[in-house]
Every structure is written in structure tokens, then in C-alpha cells.
């Protein structure tokens, strides 16, 4: 029949239509990418569409009953049910074939749609997003590589400095450094000695949506001068670098991880450790996890 040949094409053409979603999902020098994931995946879509029109019109054998429903229990209405039934299918004449097109466009498409997020990353690799480059010892750097000294940091002036030898786009590699007179330091007891001579250091990277600090806020006039603060340009999370990076204002959720500091013998700034939170936005379950050097 037309119709069931219709339909066995168009479940193919699905089938098809998803698996030029997954190629041009996966080779990203195609020109005009999104174009055409749009093409693919409308393409699968609309044929799914006709496909399951046809045969709801053409191939599912309906009968429409003008009569009142008899009472039930009755042998040849029961008889009736069921021859009615059993022709449901009879104008499939190539039923292996339509049930194998149906599956192939039903698994191309749902393979389709999981593409996008299986490319996200590992699967329940969650303790990737945890790792972070910086053991006791390691130097703070510049982007340029060099080592900062103690000396190097003043005070009203914003640094940012990376873990020695790491990758700069890491998460957690970069942190933003400032001065403070240690007698404004108010840290609470478990970030006690995480400064090195009034110098901080916290995670570049904002807790609210992951967006980089990039600013800092200094007293300029008095009497009324606000504290220092580092500030997220994007949101305007504000967090309070005296007291451990804690949120002053804005959507952020906690505060910014510290990374506990000290300065060797020649003067250069190391980590003294791991930052005590893990770095990044809040996601579910951030809060129960530490940080993994």
C-alpha cells in the first residue's frame, strides 16, 4: 500500500534526519553549524510528524460505532470487540519492516537528543569538577609567569595570580590577590593564618553563575568610605575580603573559597594549602564536597 510505504520512508528519513544531527553536532568546522543542527533536527521532527499522521489515518483501521453501547457480558459484542481488534492491523502488510523504521527513527532521534549532553562530559564523573592545581608549596604567579613576592602586593591595588606551571583556563588555577591592614582582618576562627602579613587570596572564580571577579572596590573618601570589597562585574556579587570572602551583596549563594598563603625565605608568595571550599558556582552539592589538589 502507498500509505504504509509512506510511512516506512518517512520513519526512515527520521532516522536519517538524526543521524545528520549527530555528524554536524560532532565535526565542528561544518560552516553555518547551528543552521543546520536546526535543519536536521526539524527535518526529524516534521517527518516523525507526517510519518505518525499516515498512519493514524491511513493504516490504523478505526470503526465508528453509531449505536448505544449494549450492556456488557454479551457474547457476540465480545466477539465483536475482538474480531474488530484483530483487523486493527491488517492493512500493515510489511509489519517486521514498519516496527524496525519505527524503531530506528524513534532510537536515531532519542540518540539525537542525548548527543548535546553527553558532550557536557564524563558521565557521573563529578570529581573533575572538584580538582584544582594548587598543593602546599606552590608559587603564585603572574600571566606572564613570574613569581609574585609579598612585596610586589599593595595595598588599595587587585592582582590576579595562578598556580605555578598550571593551566590558566583551569577553574581553579587562578585567584585574585589584595592587601589589607592586618588590623581590619576579621577571619573567623577556621581561616585563621590563611593570610601571609595581611596579604589574601580568594577564587577568581564567582560562586553565584561563574562568572570572573574582576573588580575590587577601595575606600576613596572619607568619613563615609565603604570597606574593600571584590566585586563580580556581571551580577554584582560583593564579597568582603576581610572577613573571608564573604557576600556583602548580590545573588551569590557563599562565600569565595580562600587559599591559605605563605611567603618563603626568598620573599615569594606560596600556597600553604588547598582553598577550604570547593571553587565555582553553586551547584547542587557544591557545598558537601572539598576541593581535590
Not at 9 to 38: E, K, M, N
Not at 109 to 121: C, E, I, K, N, Y
Amino acid at each position: 500500500m502507498r500509505a504504509e510505504t509512506a510511512a516506512i520512508l518517512l520513519f526512515l528519513l527520521t532516522g536519517l534526519f538524526s543521524v545528520a544531527f549527530i555528524v554536524v553536532y560532532a565535526i565542528d568546522r561544518i560552516p553555518h553549524q547551528t543552521q543546520f543542527l536546526g535543519l536536521a533536527l526539524g527535518g526529524a521532527l516534521v517527518s516523525l510528524a507526517a510519518a505518525l499522521i499516515i498512519t493514524g489515518l491511513k493504516l490504523v483501521v478505526t470503526e465508528e460505532l453509531v449505536e448505544e453501547y449494549p450492556p456488557p457480558l454479551h457474547a457476540g459484542e465480545v466477539d465483536l470487540i475482538a474480531t474488530t481488534v484483530e483487523e486493527g492491523g491488517t492493512r500493515l502488510t510489511r509489519r517486521r519492516l514498519f516496527k524496525l523504521t519505527l524503531l530506528a527513527a524513534g532510537g536515531g532521534l532519542a540518540t539525537a537528543a542525548l548527543t548535546p549532553a553527553v558532550s557536557f562530559g564524563p558521565i557521573l564523573r563529578v570529581k573533575d569538577f572538584f580538582g584544582t592545581p594548587w598543593t602546599r608549596g606552590r608559587r603564585l604567579v603572574d600571566e606572564n609567569g613570574t613569581p609574585y613576592k609579598a612585596s610586589d602586593i599593595e595595598e588599595k591595588d587587585f592582582y590576579t595570580a595562578f598556580a605555578e606551571g598550571a593551566d590558566k583556563e583551569e577553574a581553579g588555577a587562578s585567584v585574585v590577590l589584595v592587601r589589607l591592614p592586618t588590623s581590619s582582618l576579621k577571619l573567623p576562627s577556621e581561616l585563621q593564618g590563611y593570610d601571609a602579613d595581611g596579604i589574601v587570596a580568594y577564587s577568581k572564580i564567582c560562586t553565584h553563575a561563574g562568572c570572573a571577579i574582576s573588580m575590587y572596590r577601595v575606600p576613596t573618601f572619607a568619613p563615609d568610605e565603604p570597606k574593600p570589597a571584590l566585586v563580580c562585574p556581571c551580577h554584582y556579587s560583593t564579597f568582603d575580603p576581610a572577613s573571608g570572602g564573604t557576600v556583602q551583596f548580590g545573588p551569590a549563594g557563599r562565600p569565595l573559597p580562600m587559599l591559605p598563603l605563605q611567603i618563603d625565605g626568598k620573599g615569594h608568595l606560596r600556597a600553604k594549602g588547598n582553598f577550604n571550599e570547593a571553587v565555582g558556582p553553586s551547584w547542587w552539592g557544591v557545598r558537601n564536597r572539598k576541593p581535590t589538589p
